[in-house]
């Protein structure tokens, strides 16, 4: 074998070599932002689930103040459109103005269950009835979950951001996973209540 088949079938292994280590790198890369991406759905799915939760505490709730406080039907009605339009409104988790669509109506649902609770105070033997004490325990345990689910999902975010955003993803990839949007915080959140007595 002469020397110039040799260095031609070592420079042809060697670019062999580097196109197999650029396809496992690639497919690699690839494999993450995939496995990232579905951690970031079941993440939502997680808050999706939480808020249906929610969702379906709110008719056992109204029914029971119904009983006890059925002139308050103004406040009782708000309730109900608050909950239904927070059930109406659609999400896409690509979308951050969905998101903030969607975060608002679920702000509106939790004022009116808010000025409802107001209500009840006034309502002494509402607030000792059991189911009523069972329906505001699982409200609050609720509300517990869905904080903890937005923010398990909005590590996961940005986990998936940070990391599809790197450079060499970028060069790989130029752009073809984009960035998931993050639940923020209510507006008027990074003010403290003003209280008065």
């Known amino acids: 074998m002469s ?22 790198i690639y497919q690699s890369t690839y494999n993450t932002i995939i496995t990232m991406d579905e951690n970031v759905k079941a993440k939502f799915g997680n808050v999706q689930a939480q808020y249906q939760r929610r969702m379906d505490l709110i008719p056992n709730l109204v029914e029971v103040v119904k009983g006890y ?5 103004g406040t009782l009605e708000a309730v109900v ?13 690509n979308s951050a103005e969905s998101l903030a669509k969607f975060q608002a109506a679920q702000g509106n649902m939790m004022q009116a ?29 609720t509300e517990n ?21 790197k450079f060499f993803v970028n060069l790989f990839f130029g752009g073809q996973f984009p960035a998931k ?15 008065k007595f």
Do not use: W
């Not at 909005?154 to 599809?164: D, H, P």
């Open 113 to 141: 269950l808010s000025r409802l609770m107001v209500v009840v105070e006034n309502y002494p033997d509402l607030k000792a009835n059991q189911n009523f004490l069972d329906l505001q325990a699982q409200l609050e345990g």
């Open 3 to 24: 020397k110039g088949c040799i260095i031609a079938a070592v420079i042809g292994a060697v670019i062999v070599g580097v196109l197999l280590i650029g396809f496992f």
């Open 81 to 93: 459109q608050a909950r239904a339009q927070a059930t109406q409104t659609k999400l896409d988790i």
């Open 145 to 165: 979950r869905i904080k903890q689910a937005r923010y398990d999902y909005n590590e996961a975010v940005q986990g998936y951001n940070s990391y599809t955003r």
């Open 69 to 73: 406080a059925a002139h308050e039907r």
């Open 181 to 195: 949007p993050y639940f923020e915080a209510e507006a008027g959140a990074d003010q403290a209540p003003k209280v």
